[in-house]
């Protein structure tokens, strides 16, 4: 019987494995990643149907190779001889090539100037990932490192076209790409001047940072020298061969010439010249980019009416938190003991459940919720402290959705795309448009109406975890790291890099590549400048959180400088797609998380901007209610935290399920332990933007599915935030007339 039950498997996995391999999308989808790779990031239908058939039958332009599917030969050959990969004229289209990925272009200029290694070391990179955005065999996930479908803020995204790797193009990660460009032709591969060698000295001398010694210390150094270093004519020459495949503008070759002339010597004019081409557009784009009269775009400032300061934390729980353990019914419950129910479910506390005994008692609101006593995760007793205080609530069973829906009308309803990935419902969570993957960001698209209502917000968007949809609007977001704003440590260069990326080329690209170095370049100036006046008096932990939340302090600290009455911010902690050791991951995360929050805390209590600061949680979905054996899989409907001074605090919004069970009476339970949820995304954002003073005429630009929702699943400004916070600016249109948010949402 074990074996028939066995050989059983084995056959549906294979018939599995079959209809995936053999799917009729698998060959297309093959075929349009991978000329992204190596070709272009926008091929044409016939470019990834002709690599799709070279793929399926093994053969291509009428020779045959194995003549069986999936033939990777075949389909390599259909990619770099099909006519878009070899036809001169093509890269003359503005929309045709694509930008090179850093990792490819540090390699390039390593092979290209002969990099020669000290006693024959092995090349050691210290954090390139951290850095530059890309290391090597080391992807933040199965995702990559950027999405395939990534559309850059300007005309690419206007027009609607794709640059994956423009995603990894931040602040940060450009500083640090230039100054570890200019540092490995000044100094060699050494750590010295943001230089990308190992800093971990094993069996090495000590890197020694200085104008004398850095180069000795360094673990090798570019060799190459052109045929004549006193000719830059015939040097530059040589550079736009071996750097550019011979695509530099007359432009860019007369700023290098320039850079040459000012040096004392041929070698440092040969250097100068080098270092300029890790900022230029045809290093790392590649098509062509004739310079056109076109002006880069200014994004015109807005004046600040100096009004009252408001700050918005996205906390974002990357990977899919199981919040199902972040609030946990406990006892003096409605109709039966939910907590035992909780711990049966959740296969026991040897399985998911906390132990009764652990949680931290709340006491909930008489019969608001289907127990009077819920309990907060044992390792976020900040959480506790501030609940108790009135200044944190949790927001239940919240998820993404179209329109409301339960188990009964699901498959009459319009759902969110692609339930249960992460990618796309990480999009659904940041763009609060769930049927639409390519629409803005939310935070993107408030900084827009602030910016053009009848009195405009001075504001900014913020981002202190990368490049992500949330922040995607009308204007470019500031990027900066954990640790701040990077400082380029070459800061002589900066005049000759801003003429080089001022320009506006036919390659769409090119401006893309070149908007983003001015930008980057523009804030590490003025933001890096004015953040040194910022100051810090409680201590925070070094891990990647609470070095964010630091950094979003200190921002905050030197608001006025920025002239800032609204700022929005995206913070981020990885690490809960717990599939397998669920409690112990997520302990682990609940930890720096509640560390993190102690001492934002205290540092926004003491500049006096705690009650100006509503800090709110979300995640890609909830989890999985029951266990997979080793821990919790993708589900829906999950609960989040939100907290601040002004936030209406011991409570919990929406409505916590009656039953976790799955029973014909549980219209939000379905299969495999997951819940629908009873609040939409749109619920809280309805109450963040009804607070921050955004004008509610445009309500439905920010939140376009906000009218599929009846009122009461919507949560009001006066149901999320105490009464007595501050009043809306009167330049704002009167909240719509709705309902109060009934503590149970009524089915569809």
Known sequence: WTERNTKQAEDETDALLDHLVFHPNTAPFIAHKLIQRFVTSNPSPRYIQSVADAFSTGAFDGEQFSGKYGDLNATIFAILLDREARDPVIPLDPSYGQMREPLNTVYHVMRSMEYQSRDNREIEFHDLEESIGQSIMDAPSVFNFYVPDYQPLGSLQDMGLMSPEAEIRTTPTLINYLGGFVSLIRNGLTKCNQGWGNAL????????????????????????????????????????VLLTGGRLQPETKEIMLGAYSQASTPEQGFRNMQELFGASAEFHVTNYNPVTADKKIDFEGIQSLDRPYKAIIVLYLHGGCDSFNLVVPHSECRTHDMYEEYRQIRGGVEALALPKDAILQINVTNNTQPCNKFGIHPDLPVLKRLYDDGDAAFIANIGSLVEPMNKDNMKQKKKPFSLYSHNTQRTCSHNLHADSLSA????????????????????????????????????????????????????????????????QTQSEFANTFFNAVDDALNITESVGEILKK???????????????????????????????????????????????????????????????????????????????????????????????????????????????????????????????????????????????????????????????????????????????????????????FKPDSEAPDTSTSPTPPSSSPSAEPTPP
């Open 201 to 240: 000295r094993v069996n090495k001398d000590e890197y020694v940072c200085n104008a004398l010694n850095s180069r000795s210390t360094a673990d090798g150094w570019l060799t190459f020298a052109p045929s004549n270093i006193s000719d830059p004519e015939a040097a530059i020459e040589e550079l736009d």
């Open 440 to 503: 803005k960001g939310i935070f993107g698209r408030m900084a827009d109406v602030m910016r053009r209502q009848r009195r405009p917000y001075k504001n900014y968007v913020y981002s202190v975890a990368g490049n992500v949809k949330i922040l995607d609007g009308g204007a470019p977001p500031r990027i900066v790291s954990k640790s701040g704003v990077e400082q380029f440590q070459f800061s002589s260069l900066i005049p000759t890099l801003k003429r080089m990326t001022k320009a």
């Open 534 to 720: 910022a100051t810090i008096k409680n201590a925070f932990a070094d891990d990647s959180l609470s070095r964010q939340f630091q950094t979003v302090a200190k921002i905050m600290d030197v608001r006025s400088d920025f002239e800032s009455e609204r700022d929005v911010f995206y913070v981020q902690i990885g690490g809960f797609d717990t599939h397998s050791n669920m409690k112990d991951d997520v302990s682990t995360r609940f930890i720096q998380i509640n560390a993190a929050l102690e001492s934002f805390y205290e540092e926004m209590q003491d500049k006096g901007l705690w009650n100006s600061t509503a800090i709110v949680s979300m995640s890609d979905f909830g989890r999985t209610l029951t266990t997979n054996g080793r821990g919790s899989d993708h589900g829906h409907a999950g609960n989040m935290l939100a907290l601040g001074g002004a936030i209406n605090g011991a409570q919990i919004l929406g409505q916590y399920p009656d039953s976790l069970l799955r029973t014909d009476a549980n219209p939000y339970r379905i299969g495999r332990g997951r819940m629908i949820p009873t609040l939409g995304w749109e619920a809280m954002w309805n109450a963040l933007i009804e607070w921050f003073d955004v004008d509610l005429d445009e309500i439905d630009y920010m939140l376009p599915n906000r009218k599929n929702f009846p009122p009461h699943y919507l949560l009001t400004r006066e149901q999320m």
